[in-house]
């Protein structure tokens, strides 16, 4: 351990000899410094953090009370002693309300002043012990704040001590809403997902599995892994969420059922037609013959349309696509997108396909193809979730140097909340079909990656029960495009 440094202050050589003899000779691991004046102790004082000083109240120039008053200025937790004359009880009183530590008078008891300067050794000896273990908790509690785990603090009494930025950002709950209240009144069912964590004796690798428990905060259940260790005065708890992960499982459940639902429905009416030609053929006239083979061919074609966008999906994914780089005329494409998609709208008289096109549009230079397919994507969802008809309006503008696409309907339109989700994968609004619209959450998604390829951008403009207008925005001269 490092010497501990007196510094001893008397304008009395004869002092200044005889106690740092006697320190010395009852001490063991002092550094002893003296000063002859309170401005040459200042001057030392600055320099060095003594662990204890002793000085004289009594000196020329500066006075002891005036040394006390900067050493508490400079040195505050620096313990004082005063030696005061015989029989001066005020200055010695002035002294203790001014802060010193113990004043000794003199003639000094030797024994009385060796004890004192020994208690307030020990006393700055573990304040410095306080002190650095505070800085460590600090430093711990800086690291804390920087992980990504959640970590939070409960101490014997079930209170809130420490919560993380981590914290903050996972839950959504303040430090200033967690810290000094219980965890049960913070995090509401805690008290019934307590008992699942597991709580770890001693902090180590593996020691313990983390636990996923539902978390339910004011409107939202988050799920969390979380687990804790127990020290002395209470448990850390280390979390983190796994909603998102429990929600792409979710996701992927339900693109399994709307896979295998947009595989059997059009596959059921394939198989009834054939059967039914088979088995039937004879007792049906010409045009119920032609009317099930349109089913045969039309369903199909349906099948191989989700069979090629979980492909291109998975394409898109792993990059392995290439565009093609030519000159495209926009308008004329969403003619003949509006036809396409027109004819096969038989029977829906309601629904009409509108071109409005401004008069001077630039060529687009990139994959006619895929930018067809993305327009069929948009125009086929406005007459699919437009189911009391309307118009659907596809209009082509150019905007300094940028093409501008919109798609507008006039039907059921996207919540505020999902205008974003939809350009998800699989994502879809209403996945349980309650409307009985079929899809596999793929098309948008399939538009954002491939106009992102193009350079472009996608977004929607939307009101709940009023329609929706999906937006494309090109760049209107292009070379090659690969990726
Ligand atoms: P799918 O139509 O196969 O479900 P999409 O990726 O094309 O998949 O669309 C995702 C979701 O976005 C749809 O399920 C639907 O809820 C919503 N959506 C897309 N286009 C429109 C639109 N024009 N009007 C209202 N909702 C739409």
Not at 220 to 246: C, H, K, M, N, P
Not at 248 to 262: I, P, Y
Not at 428 to 452: A, F, K, S, W
Request: with cysteine; net charge negative; proline share 4%.
């Amino acid at each position: 351990m490092n010497p501990q440094r007196i510094l001893i202050v008397d304008d009395d050589p004869a002092l200044l000899e005889a106690l740092p003899a006697a320190i010395e000779l009852r001490m063991d691991g002092i550094e002893i410094e003296t000063a002859e004046t309170a401005d040459a102790a200042l001057e030392r004082i600055r320099i060095v953090d003594h662990d204890a000083i002793v000085t004289d109240i009594k000196m020329p120039g500066m006075d002891g009370l005036a040394l006390l008053a900067e050493i508490k200025r400079l040195r505050p937790r620096t313990p004082t002693l005063l030696i005061t004359g015989h029989g001066e009880h005020d200055l010695a009183i002035q002294a203790l309300r001014g802060g010193a530590y113990d004043y000794v008078a003199k003639p000094i008891d030797r024994d009385y002043f060796l004890a004192s300067l020994a208690r307030a050794l020990q006393v700055r000896q573990l304040d410095r012990q306080v002190e650095e273990q505070r800085a460590a908790l600090e430093r711990h509690a800086r690291v804390l704040e920087h992980v990504d785990d959640g970590v939070f603090l409960v101490d014997d009494a079930e209170v809130i001590q420490h919560w993380n930025l981590a914290a903050e950002a996972i839950l959504g709950i303040p430090r200033q809403a967690a810290l000094g209240r219980s965890a049960g009144e913070t995090l509401p069912n805690w008290d019934a997902i307590a008992p699942l964590v597991p709580v770890a004796k001693t902090p180590g690798p593996g020691s313990q599995q983390a636990a996923t428990v539902p978390l339910e905060l004011d409107e939202r259940e988050l799920w969390l892994s979380i687990s804790g260790v127990e020290f002395a005065d209470g448990t850390v708890y280390a979390f983190r969420s796994l909603t998102e992960e429990r929600a792409l499982d979710e996701l992927k459940g339900e693109f399994v059922a709307t896979v295998s639902h947009e595989l059997r429905t059009p596959l059921a009416a394939i198989y009834g037609s054939a059967q039914t030609l088979r088995e039937r053929r004879h007792e049906l006239d010409d045009a119920s013959q032609q009317r099930l083979l349109e089913v045969i061919v039309q369903e199909s074609e349906r099948l191989t349309r989700v069979a090629s966008d979980i492909l291109l999906a998975g394409r898109l994914d792993t990059g392995g696509l290439k565009l093609a780089a030519e000159e495209v005329d926009i308008v004329p494409l969403a003619r003949e997108v509006a036809d396409e998609v027109g004819t096969s709208q038989r029977g829906n008289g309601e629904l009409s396909i509108e071109v409005v096109a401004s008069t001077a549009v630039a060529p687009f230079a990139g994959d006619r193809d895929r930018l067809r397919q993305v327009l069929i994507n948009l125009v086929e969802n406005a007459v699919k979730y437009s189911p009391s008809g309307g118009k659907v309006e596809i209009r082509v503008e150019s905007d300094n140097g940028r093409l501008r696409l919109a798609v507008q309907d006039r039907g059921v339109g996207i919540a505020q909340g999902e205008q974003r989700r939809i350009f998800g994968k699989f994502y879809r609004v209403d996945p349980n079909q309650t409307h009985g619209v079929g899809g596999t959450g793929l098309g948008l998604y399939i538009c954002r990656e491939l106009v992102r390829r193009m350079d472009g951008r996608i977004w929607v403009d939307s009101r709940e029960g009023h329609g929706s207008t999906f937006f494309v925005e090109l760049p209107a001269a292009r070379s090659t495009v690969a990726v």
